[in-house]
Structure formats: C-alpha cells, structure tokens
C-alpha cells in the first residue's frame, strides 16, 4: 500500500524559509511524477507544483512560482518544497500527492481528480 509521510510543518515568519519533505513507499519511486497540494479552510484543494519523473521537471501554480522549489531525491524517495519569501496566504495544509496513472507520464496532465495517494498534511502557519 502506498504511504505518503510528510514531514517540516510548522510556523515561520513572512519572508522566512520551510522545508516540507515527503518520503513515499511502496512504489518505485523513480517512475512517478509526484505532486504537492494546499488547501485553506474552505478553499479547494489546489496544486501548487509537480514534478515529472524522467526528467525531474517541475511545474509551479502561478501563486508559488519563483518561490518555492519541488525536487526530489531519489535515492532516499524523497520529494521536497522548499518554501521562500512565504506570504501570510501560504500558511494552509499542504499535501503531497500521487496517482498510479503517473508512471513515466508527464506531471502537468493530473488533476486533483487523478490522485490516489496522499500525506497527511502538515499546516504552516506564518506570523511575526
């Protein structure tokens, strides 16, 4: 069974810097375009970024775009969000995500629809 364990989740100043890792199991790790979610309360849940397996490319929501970072590792099948310049809108749930569907496909063709699999869901909160 595929199993998600997000870790980094905490409270950081606006403008500060977090990291979120997400170490998957149960799949190879390297085949599958991976993705990363947020979610407010009362919002949908939105993507914020992917990453596609063969090449490592990454896709970035238009809200996150050149202020965080996806990578991944692949020797420690770990995914990572690098979070920088965060603005108090950042401070949601954040998820990461995947779907069998993935499997050397690109990441930018699934949807919130597409995702089997997820983290638990550790919250940011910002605050000065």
């Known amino acids: 069974q595929v199993h998600l364990a997000e870790s980094g989740g905490g409270s950081v100043q606006p403008g500060g810097s977090l990291r979120l890792s997400c170490v998957a199991s149960?799949?190879?790790?390297?085949?599958?375009?991976l993705a990363w979610f947020r979610q407010g309360p009362g919002d949908e849940r939105e993507r914020i970024g992917c990453i596609t397996s063969s090449d490592d490319s990454v896709r970035y929501a238009d809200s996150v775009k050149g202020r965080f970072t996806i990578s991944r590792d692949h020797s420690a099948n770990t995914m990572y969000l690098q979070m920088d310049s965060v603005r108090p809108e950042d401070a949601v749930i954040y998820y990461c995500?995947?779907?069998?569907?993935?499997?050397?496909?690109?990441?930018?063709?699934?949807?919130?629809?597409?995702?089997?699999?997820w983290g638990q869901g550790p919250r940011v909160t910002v605050s000065s």
């Open positions: 149960a799949f190879p790790f390297p085949y599958y375009a």
């Open positions: 995500a995947h779907t069998n569907a993935a499997m050397f496909r690109v990441c930018a063709l699934y949807t919130r629809a597409d995702y089997e699999d």
